[in-house]
């Protein structure tokens, strides 16, 4: 009988072993695949366009496609990250276009308010190449366009450029990609010159 009960003890005790250090799932935090990113390098686009400027060479600069496009649009396409730096191109006859042209980018700005939680801007002047504009970074995890910006002479020349990427807008998830291409951005405003 003492067997018995010693077993029996021996059972029982196995069994609750058993059920208490059975673990427990927790489930892992929220995470994103992670991006490769490649080696900063530049090559000049230089065309008949009246403008140019330097831009990655894990990019390509396409002309835009879309029926409304006009001459001189074109996009700067960066295949691994489905991402797109649309840029539109506009002559400036008078100052009053000039304005209306500004006028336009910030209207497609304000368009993403409703996303965005907050908006940064930065001035840039080069005085030497006559290139001053706006580059407008737009935070919010929904925010279609991250950054815009537009660049001119402020006589004949308007260019307005636009990052959009080819997935549903997550700004958390995009970025490590947002603050690459951010400095591809910056690279092109910095090289710029216009050609007529």
Known sequence: MKTNLTIFFAVILSLLLNVSCESSHTPLPRAYFRIDLPEKDYRDFDTI????????????VIPDGRPNAE????????????AVVHLSYKPVHNEEALNDYIEDGRNFINRHIPKATGFNERIYTNEE????????????????????????????????????????????????????IREDIMHLVETLEWTR
């Not at 001189?72 to 990250?81: E, K, L, M, T, V």
């Open 49 to 60: 366009f009246p403008y140019r400027f330097s831009y990655p060479v894990y990019a390509k």
């Open 71 to 82: 001459p001189w649009w074109a996009d700067i396409y960066f295949p691994d990250f489905q």
């Open 129 to 180: 190449q006559q290139v001053f504009g706006i580059l407008y970074e737009i935070r919010g995890k929904e925010a279609a366009s991250p950054i815009q910006f537009h660049l001119t002479d402020s006589v004949s020349h308007f260019l307005r450029g636009s990052l959009y990427f080819g997935v549903s807008p997550n700004n958390d998830s995009l970025a490590p990609v947002i603050d690459f």
